[in-house]
């Protein structure tokens, strides 16, 4: 019996898979380590707590079976985070992650001096908080010995294959939310390399996502490592979105819409991403930066409990903006909050539980509509399908029918990266739209899309 181990670093947890040569899961291990918030906008995480997750969870993994028959391993990650390591390799600040929202300056300074049309033409992308170039302009900002110091930089994902392979690698689709990745081309940007103030020597060796970057004897295993992809493209390969007309959408931490295509788009409105995807060709990405972290905030944080609660009625003239991290798609706002709109006496805990359910979906048909293609049918993955009515909610909001992936679709997808297949998902159950509330949610999205202008000047620093 031959086995592959995939592997989802995730924001909250490793999340980790073995397979059989057929595919199927043998067995699956989650490992939590912390967040920290240490200021308003910062989001970090400590990458040797991702390493000690990742190794006590393949040894929990392995623990039954003969680990010589573990053929390969995949990494499939968060994308964006900034991992800076020094001439000896020891990492020099907590990774700045992908929700952090501390580079305001730094990205206003990308978008309006260096200018967007550049950017583009560089990288086929545009500065977003988020993204890595902006935290590494931030870092020589405001910790500039860190950044004499700093020897290597590289995405948290690629941290975990340095620490298991020895090799600095990476691989197209991570690379391609960095900002200084020239995505139409596959290689790095010498261009914003310059601009950012570093030397292509401190970055990892690009490769595609399938590509053996080397092997690991660690944890008692003689296996292949391959370069792994960005969780989306890993999830993407996981649910077998893989060809043009497909669609997945991910109700994570953070929700995305993911389409493939097989040629490099540039896309009319930037805030649609352009990247590279794990099967050789290319992809559209609308990301939203809060989707199940905002019905978990709500249950655990406001409600205190920790399932949720019954939903109220469709019809309730509620509105919840799911900003609680800022937003990507289609603001590339950082400084906007998260609001519930329209409170009542009435307003009953179920109303608030539709709401955010609601304002989730709506904030995902944002990402939807700027698509050159809609797509007539999804898949769905991620923590937010455990929640049936939020299913019915979204298909009906989107008017789309939405296949529900049992399995968690990064893990899944890096073990058959490493193994060199492809998936075939296992579907929990279908939702088609409801013909009642597709009319409801039509007339509500409509309001809904007018919240963020009137929001938006009371959230600019300079009207507080």
């Known amino acids: 019996m031959k086995y592959y181990i995939g592997i989802d670093l995730g924001t909250s947890a490793a999340k980790l898979v073995l397979t059989d040569s057929n595919a199927e899961i043998i067995k699956t291990v989650s490992k939590e380590y912390p967040l920290f918030f240490p200021k308003p906008n910062y989001s970090q995480q400590n990458p040797e707590d991702w390493w000690s997750a990742v190794s006590e969870g393949v040894e929990e993994l392995t ?111 991570d690379a391609s939310g960095t900002l200084y990745f020239d995505v139409e081309r596959r290689k790095w940007s010498g261009e914003m390399l310059e601009i950012l103030g570093i ?21 008692g295993l003689n296996a292949r490592v391959v370069a792994g992809a960005g969780d989306n493209a890993a999830a993407a390969i996981g649910t077998n979105t893989v060809s043009a007309g497909g669609c ?86 950082g400084d906007i909050k998260g609001a519930f709109v329209g409170i009542t006496h009435a307003t009953s805990r179920e109303d608030m539980q539709r709401a955010v359910f609601e304002g989730v979906a709506f904030a995902i048909k944002d990402c939807i509509e700027l698509c050159p293609d809609k797509p007539e049918k999804a898949t769905v993955c991620g923590g937010g399908v455990k929640s049936s009515e939020w299913m019915k909610i979204l298909s009906a909001v989107l008017n789309t029918e939405l296949s529900v992936i049992k399995n968690e679709g990064p893990a899944l997808g890096g073990a058959l990266l490493a193994a060199g297949m492809n998936a075939s998902p296992e579907i929990e159950f279908t939702v088609k739209p409801d013909e009642a509330l597709t009319g409801i949610y039509k007339k509500k999205y409509e309001k809904y899309k007018k919240l963020y202008p009137l929001l938006k000047p009371f959230y600019k620093e300079e009207t507080l």
Request: hydrophobic share 35%.
């Open 248 to 333: 997945n959408i991910s109700l994570g931490t953070s929700g995305t819409v993911f389409i493939p295509t097989n040629n490099y788009v540039k896309t009319e409105n930037p805030a649609l991403h352009s990247f590279c995807h794990a099967n050789g060709k290319y992809h559209l990405m609308g990301c939203i930066l809060s989707a199940a972290s905002c019905n978990k905030w709500l249950n655990e944080r406001v409600f205190e409990t920790p399932y949720n609660v019954g939903v109220g009625n469709p019809e309730a003239e509620l509105y919840f903006l799911p900003y609680l991290s800022g937003e990507r798609c289609p603001h590339n706002d």
């Open 63 to 173: 623990a039954e079976i003969d680990k010589a028959d573990v053929e390969g391993i995949g990494v499939g990650g968060q994308m964006h985070g900034l991992v800076m390591l020094d001439e000896k390799d020891n990492v020099l600040r907590p990774a700045i992650l992908w929700n952090d929202t501390r580079t305001g300056k730094e990205t206003d300074y990308l978008n309006n001096v260096i200018g967007k049309e550049l950017l583009q033409k560089y990288t086929g992308n545009i500065a977003f908080a988020g993204f890595t170039a902006p935290k590494i302009l931030w870092v020589k900002n405001n910790e500039p010995e860190i950044f004499r110091r700093c020897k290597k930089i590289c995405l948290p994902k690629d941290y975990i294959n340095y620490r298991l392979t020895g090799n600095f690698a990476t691989d197209v689709s």
């Open 199 to 219: 030397d292509e020597g401190y970055l990892p060796e690009v490769y595609e996502s399938c590509d053996v970057i080397g092997s690991t004897n660690l944890f």
